[in-house]
């Protein structure tokens, strides 16, 4: 697993606190309110670390002195490793899709469909199909003529009405 790591200055002075009354209990306050605070952005406490730190003293002087430090780390967001997937759950009765409800002129014609024969029932083949439009001698692919006489007349009615029109002013 790949880590990243965040480092910051320790506390030097305690925090007040209710019932918290000594300078260890308020200098321990500090470091928990420092810890807690990073934790709930994800990151994990690793250890503190004192370090020395060369600083400037006077004009031309340096001093070395000592820093102490909190290092936290945390999973890196990018790693592949870190990846664990979710269980998939059933959808919920609200989160499924409302179901298709046909047209009312369709719901009715099927209500008024009589039931269908043992012969109509049997399984139909392209052969029985062929068949059937042949014994009936019908062309119109299955009954369908009609309807199809009917998209034809509205088609006519347009097109008449559209010749008829004006066309807008511009």
């Known amino acids: 697993m790949i880590f990243e790591y965040k ?12 019932g918290v009354r000594s300078a260890e209990g308020k200098f ?19 250890r503190t670390e004192t370090l020395p730190s060369e600083e400037r003293s006077g004009l031309t002087a340096t001093a070395t002195k000592y820093r102490s430090v909190m290092v936290f780390r945390r999973p890196r967001a990018d790693d592949p490793s870190a990846f664990q997937p979710k269980e998939l759950e059933a959808p919920k009765a609200a989160e499924l899709p409302a179901p ?25 083949t392209p052969e029985r199909a062929v068949e059937s439009l042949n014994a009936d ?9 009609e309807a199809s006489a ?10 008449q009405r559209a010749d008829t029109t004006e066309p807008p002013k511009t």
């Open 7 to 18: 480092v910051v200055p320790a506390p030097t002075r305690g925090q007040k606190a209710r």
């Open 100 to 124: 298709v409800v046909a047209a009312p002129a369709v719901a009715a014609a099927v209500a008024n469909e009589p039931p269908l024969t043992e012969q109509q029932n049997e399984e139909v």
């Open 28 to 46: 321990a306050n500090a470091l928990e309110g420092t810890m807690n605070e990073l934790a709930g952005d994800g990151w994990e406490f690793l």
């Open 150 to 159: 009917d998209v034809t007349d509205i088609s006519e009615a347009l097109k």
């Open 137 to 145: 001698g019908d062309d119109t692919a299955g009954g369908w003529g």
